[in-house]
Every structure is written in C-alpha cells, then in structure tokens.
C-alpha cells in the first residue's frame, strides 16, 4: 500500500485568515492555479452545495434558476460560485456516454394543460413560440402538420390562458430585411458628411410664415357631395386622363426668372422640402440633388425617382414584402406605390366640379394647349418665399417654395378657401391594414382607422401635413379608397372622404415644425460652404443615416429628348 505523507501545514497565527507571507513564498506557489470566480450579485446562501447534479448545471445557461408555474423563473440562493460553469467540475469519460437503458414500456407524459386552455412553452431555435404543448379544452394553438407547422384557432384565442404568450407578438429575432439604395454611389463620388438621425432631432428654427411671390394655373371648385359618401353608399373611383406637370427645381421657368431678378438664393419645391422637415420619419432611401451655381442653391429631384411616387405603410411593422424569386406581384413596394401614385391623381380630379374653376393670377408656365392632347388638371401653383435667417447681421437665406394647390371651396361665410386632395388606400382588409377593415370600421370608428394609418404612413401623412402648411392651405381633404377586391389593382371604390385641419393633424402626429426648418436650414448652411458644383444627399436605405456627397456635373444627365414627356404625368390607372 502506497503511502501518504502529510504536507507541512504553516503555523497560523491569528484565528482567521492565511498566514503572514511577507516574501510571497506562499503565493507563489497558487500562480497560475485557476480558482472558482464568483461575482458580488450572487446571493449566497450556502458555503457549499454537494446535493446539486453536475451533469445538469448549466443546462440552458439558467443556473441558480428553478422554474416554476406557467414557465416562468424563480431566484434561488446559490452556493459560492455558482454563478458560473465549474472549472473543477468531474467530466465523465466515454464509456459513460455511451451507456444506455433499454425501456420497453411506453412513457407516461404529463398533460400540461388544464380545462382553461392550453400552455405555451419556448420553441427551439428559429422561431420562439414556435413549439407548443397541447392544451385542453379552449384550443390555444392546435398542431396541423409537421414539426413546426402550427394553425392559430381563431375561436380559442391567440392566448390560450391568462399567461400565454400571443404567437409572433414583439417577435424580435426575425431577420432584419435589407433594402437596396435609390441611387448606388460610384468611384467618381466623393463623401462629404454623414449626418444621423439623432443629431438632426436637436435641430431647432422658428421661421417666419411665406408670402406668395408668383402664382399661376387655375383650380377647380371641390365638390362637397363626397363628403356624404360611406361605406354603405360607396363610390367607384374613376379613370379620369388628365395631365399634371411637376418638374424639377432647376427646370422650372418661374425659379429661372426668380433666380434672374434676385428674388431668393434657394429653391426647392413643396416635396423636397416636406421629405427634408420630415426626414427623422422615414424608413425607405430617397435621394436629393444639390446643385450649387454661385449663390444659389437649387434643390432637385430625380426624374422617376422617389418623389414621384406615394409610398404605402412605410412605417408599418410589417410593411410590404419584396417580390421573391423575381416575381413580382401587386403587393410589393413597388407595385403599391405605383397603385398609391394613380389612386391619389384621380382621386384629386374626381371630386372636383367641371362647371366652377378658380383662376390664378397667370397661366399654367407648363402646359401649352397646341403640343398637348390631353386637357389639363386641375392645379394651381404658388411659388412663396420663407426667411431662414436667424438674426439681422448674418448672409440673407429667402428660400422660395413651388408649392401646390388641388382645389378650392366656399366657407359658409362665403369666401374661398384653398383645398389640398389626397388619399389613402386599403390593399389588405385584414394584415397590412393593422387588423382593420375600412368596410365595418371606417363609419363606427373612424378614430382608430385614423390612428393606424398615422402609425403606418407616418412619414406620408406628415409630409401632406407640411406640404398643406408650406402652400397655406387651410383644408384637406383625405380620401379613403380600397381595392374592390383584394386581388385586383385596377378597380377602387372610395368608402368617404374626410377633411382635416393640416395643423391639426400636425399636432396629432407630434411633428415639430420648428424641428423641420431647422434641419432645412442646416443642409442649406452645409452645401451653401460648398464650392461651385452637384451634390446628392442621399438616405442610407438600412440605416437612420444621411450622407453628403459630391458628384459630377454630368451625373444623372440625360439627352433632351423627351424631357418634357418625363415631366408631365398623365392620370391615369
């Protein structure tokens, strides 16, 4: 038999504690031997705990946590260390994992539900929820197919019991979708800045309300028989050929004339200046061409770009899918903004009188009856000048404005009031719509359709908020139009027309104004320091980012033929 020396043991001195060691002989001798860590959130209870099985510690990174009902966690005390995985732990070897019971006799399992309902334990990786335990009477999930496969009973209840989770709620770990950019940045481009979003939130400006420069075209009269209209009286939406100019900033002849005679030193029109104000909004890329000639700045779009079309439930949760597999379908973005584009162009044609026109001070500057086949529709422009400074003794900063104007109506004192028309569209009576069908809500409770909307097409009812206010429209008029089947793009009804204050609807949304002229005014400080040249600022397409870059001057230059073409859209479905 081997035997056993007892190591010498150092004399202790005081009652507690490890010997004096001034020459560090005795810790010298633990350097580098690993010791259990402990952390000072533990709650100890016991010095040591020898009843704890090693083999299930640590099973789901839960240790010192039992579970109780209803799935939930429960603190325990824990043993000194236990806060983490056992460095002197014993591991078995293998011929301990490779032993096995052979059990002929089927197992009994538990029914964890009881008579209330059934109860949802924690799916496996890749997708939570997804596993459920099945329930008793009152439904809750109910299996359909495979692994995975699971069929939400609608008479039971999305939550089977008082703490059921409710499948796909707050569901976090889905993949983040990955948008492409409305314009790629080549070689030939240079980064000037990057501005976040949260730093434009600071961002503060009282401006002074416009004054009307120029005003041209002419409107009609607002026909006041659809504000009658409801969901049990609908109107179809008609296919009315009108055609409507909105060219670009630097194209306009009333900017070049302006810009000639010294009126202002910026440009820009209505839909620029309403994506900038309300920039911190959106969530789809859009672009914005700057174009720095002296001392003056213009503010452009892209032809065919994002400007020139509705986007549709851009801030919903869920907001419409890409196509997949490059099929492209009636509910994709894209489709959806082309479908908004049409409904809001010929709804803005359809509820105006043909008998009652408004007319400006001047002719529309784009249309020419000789070249064009089409009559033209109703709209009226104001170009209005807005003062950015901020005090006496700085550069003067006049922005002026082509803003729009749809209509025009009596007050009931008589005078005319201007009207801006849009609309929005159901696609999805059920999904995309927040669970909300316009045909049995949208009379009842009008309140919540609106309150939905304004949370999935934030950035698009803020921006006709703007809009209104930058034209001094004192009224508008929002349309609710649907999809006569959900399967067809082509035929709408209009279910009514409401109208709002464009203030009102402002304060609803929460958007801040004075936060909106000051990120206007900071971009146009940004490219007025610039030299002589193009820039484009553009919307980071998956990120809360925008970036300033510099670009040719040839960039996104186009022949001259068919420009005019390219700036008339015909209203059309």
């Known amino acids: 038999m081997a035997g ?41 209870g016991r010095t040591a705990d020898w009843t704890q099985e090693a083999g299930k510690e640590g099973a789901r990174g839960d240790q010192g946590k039992q579970r109780g009902a209803f799935g939930r966690f429960r603190d325990q005390y824990q043993a000194y260390g236990a806060g983490v995985t056992s460095q002197f732990a014993y591991q078995h070897g293998e011929d301990e994992a490779s032993f096995s019971v052979v059990e002929n006799r089927a197992s009994t399992k538990t029914r964890l539900g009881g008579r209330s309902g059934g109860y949802a334990t924690r799916g496996n990786r890749g997708g ?44 976090w770990d889905k993949p983040q ?44 009269y607002y026909d ?21 100019y909105n060219p670009t900033t630097s194209v306009d002849p009333v900017v070049q004339q302006l810009a000639n005679e010294g009126k202002a030193n910026v440009f820009a029109t209505d839909s620029i200046i309403s994506m900038l104000m309300c920039a911190p909004r959106s969530v789809y890329p859009w672009d914005i ?73 001047k002719e529309n500057p784009f249309y020419s009856a000789e070249d064009e086949t089409e009559p033209l529709a109703s709209c009226a422009y104001r170009y209005r000048k807005f003062n950015l400074n901020v005090s006496e003794d700085e550069d003067p900063i006049n922005l002026i404005i082509r803003t729009e104007v749809d209509a025009v109506q009596k007050t009931p004192s008589g005078e005319d009031q ?58 508008m008029k929002i349309g609710y139009v649907s999809r006569a089947t959900p399967r067809d793009a082509q035929r709408h009804v209009i279910l009514g027309v409401a109208g709002y204050k464009p203030r009102d609807i402002a304060s609803q949304m929460n958007l801040n104004l004075d936060n909106g002229w000051g990120i206007v005014r900071t971009i146009i400080d940004l490219c007025l320091r610039m030299e002589d040249g193009k820039y484009v600022l553009v919307k980071d397409p998956n990120k809360n980012v925008l970036r300033l870059y510099e670009v040719p001057m040839s960039t996104f230059e186009e022949g001259e033929e068919g420009e005019d073409e390219e700036d008339a859209q015909v209203v059309q479905a």
């Open 224 to 244: 006041k028989t659809f504000d009658k209209i409801t969901t049990k009286n609908s109107a179809p939406l008609q296919v009315i050929e009108r055609v409507r």
């Open 418 to 475: 201007f009207v801006m028309i849009k609309a929005l569209n159901e696609f999805d009576r059920q999904g995309a719509s927040g669970g909300i069908d316009w045909r049995s809500k949208l009379d009842s409770q009008r309140g919540a359709v609106v309150a939905t909307e304004m949370k999935n097409n934030s950035l698009k009812l803020a921006r006709w908020a703007v809009q209104s206010i930058l034209a001094g429209v004192e009224q």
């Open 289 to 361: 061409v700057l174009v720095k000639e002296g001392d003056n700045l213009y503010l452009d779009k892209r032809e065919g770009g994002p400007f020139d079309f509705v986007s549709v439930n851009e801030n919903a949760v869920e907001p419409p899918m890409e196509a997949t597999d490059g099929k492209e379908t009636i509910n994709t973005p894209a489709s959806l903004s082309l479908e908004a584009t049409y409904i809001n162009h010929n709804l803005a044609q359809q509820t105006i009188k043909e008998e009652e026109q408004y007319k400006f001070d």
């Open 128 to 171: 939570r929820g997804a596993a459920q335990q099945r329930g008793g009477r009152g439904g809750g999930f109910s299996r359909i197919g495979g692994r995975g496969q699971q069929q939400d009973n609608r008479r039971g209840g999305a939550q089977a019991g008082r703490g059921g989770r409710r499948f796909g709620w707050k569901d």
């Open 4 to 44: 056993f020396t007892l190591p010498a043991l150092p004399a202790v001195g005081a009652a507690w504690g490890p010997p004096s060691d001034p020459q560090g002989e005795l810790l010298s001798q633990y350097h580098d031997v690993p010791f259990a860590p402990f952390s000072k959130g533990d709650k100890l």
């Open 177 to 220: 979708r990955i948008r492409d950019a409305s314009v790629t940045p080549t070689s030939e481009w240079t980064m000037l800045e990057e501005i976040e979003f949260n730093r434009l939130a600071k961002l503060s400006l009282e401006a002074m309300e416009g004054e009307d420069v120029e005003t041209y075209g002419s409107v009609n």
